[in-house]
């Protein structure tokens, strides 16, 4: 499970270019479902027979994460950048960067003045995106050209490492644990419900791909699987942000207070029960900031009946993250219990 999720974390897979992510999803998959479908907009849509007429289950994880992308090359080659999806400007200053282009990786850096040079006032103050460069060690627009191109997709390099106690960290966490525990989900489940495997795209820029993918399922139940903001650390109070690592999987009761999912009564009741049942530790979450796929699922035709399964992650959204792999295994487990107990 760790080796699949460190695979995930470090393959790049900025919203809308997300091919990277699905093969290698596609690739683990292979063999253990019945059928493997890629959609028009790029969704992996993995489906595992139950019995015939049996119920249709979807799980849905987004395999795009939060990154940047080549607006504007100057003459001298440095990049400008836009930002795709929510990401904070006082975490880019000089980040480790790679361009993900049709010919491969292209490295490169977010430069910046050094301190040396800096005014006081220029010190204390955050620099904002629009200001900052990307250096790709081309000397004129002509050489960087030859690299890379206007709408290149580009991601914040980390490696994956273990540390502590059962603690990973790594980019993309946000979701790339949620595709792990699908894929470990979809390799060993065993229901009368027919399971569908969604790997969406681009859930950070507007839940796109949960929204189309739902429409062609129509699933009788779906259960989207993201990671949820860890507050078990400084600089964040407890009561915004209550769930810790190590504690097992939050079941959201809530999020965007409100207006995103408000998770649907049957599905909430089935979670805890399977939860309680087989001895399962979970945390119950009203999250105010922030939303899952969940919130596109839910409104789907006619309205899917929609829950939400987080690991707690601490850093969410920015270039890296931490993750325990026991709430992940949780997380597997008590999906499970909920699948295979499908009447
Ligand atoms: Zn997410």
Do not use: W
């Amino acid at each position: 499970m760790k080796g699949l999720l460190k695979r995930l974390s470090n393959a790049p897979g900025v919203s809308g270019f997300e091919e990277k992510v699905r093969e290698l999803i596609f690739n683990e998959l292979d063999g253990y479902v019945d059928q493997i479908k890629i959609d028009e907009m790029g969704n992996l849509i993995a489906i595992k027979n139950g019995i015939p007429d049996g119920k249709r289950i979807m799980l849905a994880a987004h395999m795009d994460e939060i990154g940047l992308m080549v607006r504007y090359i100057d003459k001298n080659g440095f990049i400008k950048f836009s930002k795709i999806g929510n990401l904070n400007d006082q975490m880019l200053l000089n980040q480790d960067i790679s361009i993900q282009t049709s010919n491969g990786k292209i490295n490169g850096v977010i430069g910046s003045k050094p301190p040396h040079k800096m005014k006081k006032s220029e010190k204390n103050n955050v620099v904002e995106y629009d200001r900052m460069f990307i250096d790709i060690g081309a000397s004129s627009r002509e050489e960087a050209e030859k690299m890379v191109g206007v709408g290149d997709p580009i991601v914040i390099n980390q490696n994956f490492q273990d540390f502590g106690y059962h603690l990973v960290k790594g980019k993309a966490l946000d979701n790339r644990v949620g595709c792990a525990i699908l894929v470990e989900v979809l390799k060993k489940v065993d229901s009368s419900a027919t399971i569908y495997g969604v790997a969406t795209v681009q859930e950070e820029v507007g839940l796109k791909g949960a929204k189309t993918s739902t429409f062609s399922i129509n699933p009788d139940m779906a259960l989207a699987l993201d990671v949820t903001i860890a507050g078990d650390h400084p600089g964040i109070k407890r009561e915004d942000a209550p769930s810790e690592l190590g504690k097992g999987p939050s079941i959201v009761l809530a999020d965007e207070s409100g207006d995103g999912i408000i998770t649907h009564p049957m599905v909430k009741k089935l979670l805890i029960s399977e939860a309680e049942k087989e001895n399962i530790p979970y945390q119950l979450e009203v999250r105010e900031g922030g939303t899952t796929d969940g919130t596109a699922i839910q409104l789907t035709r006619q309205g899917i009946p929609t829950g939400v399964i987080s690991p707690p992650s601490r850093y969410i959204h920015t270039p890296v993250s931490v993750v325990n792999m026991e709430d992940i295994d949780y997380t597997v487990k008590l999906i499970l219990a909920v699948l295979n107990d499908v009447k």
